[in-house]
């Protein structure tokens, strides 16, 4: 599981721009989809090639347990409950104020592992001026500048020092025969515990009995269409007796992280609703992730035209940078379209998993060029030379050749066109990256 980190402080101590500073430098291929909503709140983050969940807290006043004050406090108890590190961001500037003491209060009866931030620390004389934060009992602030980016590697070096990681497994091929992981995710009352439970009913061959693991993770083996699969820790479900329910508080933060966990994704819609802001939001973080993905338009048998009109409004609206994802009409109640699903799933999982030999995409990029040639920019030609494969789930292709950081967005979807077409991708995002010879 990727570990959480919490960013908690009080309002104007650069909490938001420390948050974009550490999730921005991803290779966003959301950028490239227009009408994608992001929710700024939550954000995946890379360091030496290990990733993390970065949560951005409101203000935290706990004083004034009133109004909206109140529920941004409760929101930040739990972003702390579920966190694995919690970064406390002070304001050097500003110095300490009460608010800090009381957060630290708070802090120190979670026992979790918190680093003390001193931001706006650039240019300053550092020892006098960190003294007295001392007095909060943190530990040893580290000086950081979110505004101009100093001291941020070191002080996620330190939140993330005790996450085992193991370097190796990130390049390791998947092994074939492994269980597909797969994850079922949707806001609260989509139908994800009544899906599970239907496939759990029909199940007769895997008995999922087992005591269950660490950190209350769920974990169920699963066996269809002669493939092993795992259900992952799902996302807002806890397990009672043989059945599945649904948890009381939706967690953004377990979704997020059944997500990363998982090699595909079935992302369930209420029909009868469309699709909600919340959906697109929990939509954007499967692309960001690179997670192969499913749609679920569940409730289907509830239906009259006119919900299904508008379904399909919402579905052009807000969820137009999914559509590589196959759109499976199922009634989790009534078990139809339950067959269909499974085809998908183990066909997303077919085109997340896809072997591209380097002869061939080479061959299709010289293709691509002959009925299209890049763009020159100004005095730059770039020069596609050939490619090969860099990754899976999501598959990568790498191009190397030259000036290729002058390829227009617009090329990029065009050869993208062009590889999904040939190895018929289905259900998986994919990412293509250019590598220029210097
Ligand atoms: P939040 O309320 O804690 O999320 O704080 P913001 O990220 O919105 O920042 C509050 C103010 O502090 C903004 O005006 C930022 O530009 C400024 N700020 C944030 N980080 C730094 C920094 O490293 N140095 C300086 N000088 N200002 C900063
Ligand atoms: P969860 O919160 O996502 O786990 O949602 P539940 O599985 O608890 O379902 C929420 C409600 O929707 C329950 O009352 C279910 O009976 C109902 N429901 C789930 N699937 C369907 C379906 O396919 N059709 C209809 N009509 N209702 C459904």
Redesign the pocket.
């Known amino acids: 599981m990727k570990p959480v980190i919490a960013l908690v402080g009080r309002a104007n101590v650069g909490k938001s721009t420390l948050f974009n500073r550490i999730t921005k430098s991803r290779d966003a291929i959301v950028a490239d989809f227009a009408g994608l909503t992001r929710d700024r709140h939550y954000g995946d983050a890379r360091l030496n090639g290990r990733e993390f969940i970065v949560v951005d807290t409101g203000g935290f006043e706990p004083d004034k347990p009133t109004g909206v004050v109140a529920e941004m406090a409760k929101q930040t108890r739990q972003a702390v409950a579920e966190a694995d590190a919690v970064i406390f961001v002070v304001d050097v500037r500003n110095g300490l104020a009460a608010q800090d003491h009381d957060i630290a209060r708070f802090l120190r009866t979670q026992h979790k592992k918190v680093l003390l931030a001193a931001n706006k620390a650039e240019g300053m004389v550092e020892s006098p001026l960190l003294a007295e934060f001392h007095e909060l009992g943190i530990g040893d602030p580290h000086p950081i500048s979110a505004a101009h980016g100093q001291g941020i590697r070191s002080l996620l070096e330190a939140a993330l020092e005790d996450f085992p990681f193991d370097e190796d497994a990130e390049e390791a091929e998947p092994d074939p025969d492994a269980p597909i992981r797969l994850a079922v995710a949707?806001?609260?009352?989509?139908?994800?515990?009544?899906?599970i439970?239907a496939w759990l009913g029909e199940e007769r061959l895997v008995a999922f009995d087992q005591p269950g693991t660490t950190r209350d993770a769920i974990s169920v083996p699963l066996e269809r269409e002669g493939r092993r699969f795992e259900l992952i820790d799902t996302a807002?479900?806890r397990r009672k007796g043989k059945v599945?329910?649904?948890i009381e508080k939706f967690s953004v933060v377990k979704t997020l992280q059944a997500i990363a966990d998982a090699n595909v994704v079935v992302l369930?819609v209420d029909a009868?609703i469309g699709v909600s802001e919340q959906d697109a939001h929990i939509a954007g973080y499967v692309l960001e992730s690179g997670r192969a993905v499913v749609l679920a338009l569940?409730?289907?048998?509830?239906t009259d035209e006119y919900q299904r009109q508008q379904l399909q409004r919402s579905i052009e609206s807000r969820l137009a940078f999914l559509k590589f994802a196959p759109l499976l009409q199922?009634?989790?109640?009534?078990r139809t379209g339950l067959s269909a699903l499974w085809k998908a799933i183990l066909q997303a999982h077919a085109s997340a998993t896809v072997k591209m030999p380097t002869p061939v995409l080479t061959r299709l990029l010289i293709d691509a060029v002959q009925h299209q040639a890049p763009r020159r920019d100004g005095r730059f030609r770039p020069k596609m030379r050939y490619a090969h494969q860099g990754g899976m789930n999501p598959p990568l292709v790498v191009v190397h050749g030259n000036s290729l950081e002058h390829i227009t967005d617009a090329y990029k979807r065009f050869l993208e066109g062009r590889f999904r077409e040939h190895f018929k991708l289905v259900g998986t995002p994919m990412r293509i990256e250019f590598r220029s010879a210097k």
Do not use: Y
Request: proline share 4%; glycine share 10%; charged share 25%.
């Open positions: 949707g806001r609260p009352n989509v139908g994800k515990s009544t899906l439970n807002g479900l599945f329910e649904a369930m009868t569940n409730k289907w048998d509830a199922i009634s989790a109640r009534k």
